[in-house]
């Protein structure tokens, strides 16, 4: 493992404008500087040391009420001295009408967890925080997004929550992209790695009433439809458990969260995740105080 203290800290501060009071705060929506079809915005914290604020990234789902996420997770970066991150991936950004694409991490010539890291370069660079390493949860359609930017991208993170997917990736070396991961290294040009994915702590969430299935049964003629495309299971803690064995298998560190009485809400999974994230948060610093010191 590569000391977190050797990973290069974020470029310094942009030769920027200073900050205006709509970049304060709760800020207003902001454009990515290389590639305006996406935007995000912030929570940034009015106290804390800057020099130690750490960044959690929201992922939205269908709905992209990424502004809402952002807020609903205040609290959580006041009493952790974290910067939130919620970025708004539109659908139809292609203007073919597809709804999903950030879900499944490529659509066309867009690398969605690329888009992500410039997200997270622009704003360390913008508020000289070190993004290195970054904390990462999703609801729904975010979860999608979130367990598959970790096969792809572990060493970025600090810590995981993926919350009620509607469909899974598992570690299926004799499947595909999106079911299975055999033909990554050629999709992505990585490979899945133990040892990275065994670094981060992760949390899988999901309500036991989360049980209609209308939304998440692929058919045939499907935009995302493939072989094994339904095989994880019928439900989302169905497919959640499926990937739950399928990362333990792999080595990796896993929570499993069935939270009672819990549908598809955004609210209270979000809510369950916080202090999974701030004790992962301060594991994280824990290790990285160790190493700077060694």
Not at 16 to 28: D, V
Not at 180 to 185: A, K, S
Not at 221 to 247: I, Q, V
Request: hydrophobic share 40%.
């Amino acid at each position: 493992m590569q000391p977190i203290s050797d990973i290069p800290r974020a470029t310094a501060k942009l030769e920027l404008s200073p900050l205006s009071l709509y970049e304060r705060g709760a800020t207003t929506v902001v454009a990515l500087s290389n590639d305006s079809r996406f935007s995000y915005c912030l929570y940034i914290p009015e106290r804390g040391d800057n020099a130690e604020r750490s960044l959690l990234c929201v992922i939205h789902g269908s709905y992209r009420n990424f502004p809402a996420h952002r807020d609903q997770f205040k609290d959580f970066a006041d009493a952790n001295n974290c910067l939130i991150l919620a970025p708004l991936f539109p659908a139809n950004v292609l203007g073919d009408g597809n709804l999903d694409g950030f879900k499944y991490m490529v659509e066309g010539d867009i690398r969605y967890d690329q888009v992500l890291q410039s997200m997270v370069a622009q704003v360390s660079a913008r508020y000289g925080i070190d993004g290195s390493r970054f904390g990462l949860v999703g609801f729904s359609g975010g979860a999608h997004f979130a367990h598959r930017f970790l096969l792809l991208q572990p060493e970025r993170l600090w810590g995981v929550s993926v919350g009620a997917p509607g469909s899974v990736t598992l570690l299926d070396r004799q499947r595909d992209w999106w079911p299975g991961v055999r033909d990554i290294e050629q999709r992505f040009g990585t490979a899945i790695d133990p040892q990275r994915l065994a670094e981060v702590p992760i949390q899988l969430i999901v309500g036991d009433a989360d049980l209609d299935t209308t939304e998440i049964v692929h058919r045939p003629g499907g935009p995302y439809w493939t072989e094994g495309a339904n095989d994880a299971g019928a439900t989302r803690p169905d497919r959640l458990r499926a990937l739950e064995h399928s990362l333990a298998d792999a080595g990796a560190q896993v929570t499993f969260d069935l939270l009672p009485g819990v549908g598809h809400e955004a609210e209270p999974i979000f809510t369950a995740a916080q202090s999974f994230l701030a004790r992962s948060l301060d594991a994280y610093r824990k290790h990285a105080a160790f190493h700077r010191k060694s």
